[in-house]
Nanobody, 121 residues
């Protein structure tokens, strides 16, 4: 089993910054893609940003230029630095990883429990 533990959410004023962290632990052979998704009340979960094991990144248009995703492979941890936050960024943010648990080329999808980010105007 693999566990993802997120931290760093909270309440911030518009224009402020937050940094979210997500640490993976358990039966990990390797981690391919890691990423962040978010879900606002009454809306579907949407992609925020992803990063491959080689460091290639992908961002939602709504966060480009404001958010930066990064990862520490030695710590099995993914981060997202969120700057210039807007009230519309308010959501529960979820960490996601595609994990190989052994030598076989089989990946399993894991999600964190979610962390609330609230941006006040």
């Amino acid at each position: 089993q693999v566990q993802l533990v997120e931290s760093g959410g909270g309440l911030v004023q518009a224009g402020g910054s937050l940094r979210l962290s997500c640490a993976a632990s358990g039966s990990i052979f390797s981690i391919n893609d890691m990423g962040w998704y978010r879900q606002a009340p009454g809306k579907q979960r949407e992609l925020v940003a992803t990063i491959t094991s080689g460091g290639r990144t992908n961002y939602a248009d709504s966060v480009k230029g404001r958010f930066t995703i990064s990862r520490d492979n030695a710590k099995n941890t993914v981060y997202v630095q969120m700057n210039s936050l807007k009230p519309e960024d308010t959501a529960v943010y979820y960490c996601h990883c595609n994990v190989r648990t052994d030598w076989r080329p089989i990946e399993y999808s894991y999600w964190g429990q979610g962390t609330q980010v609230t941006v006040s105007s």
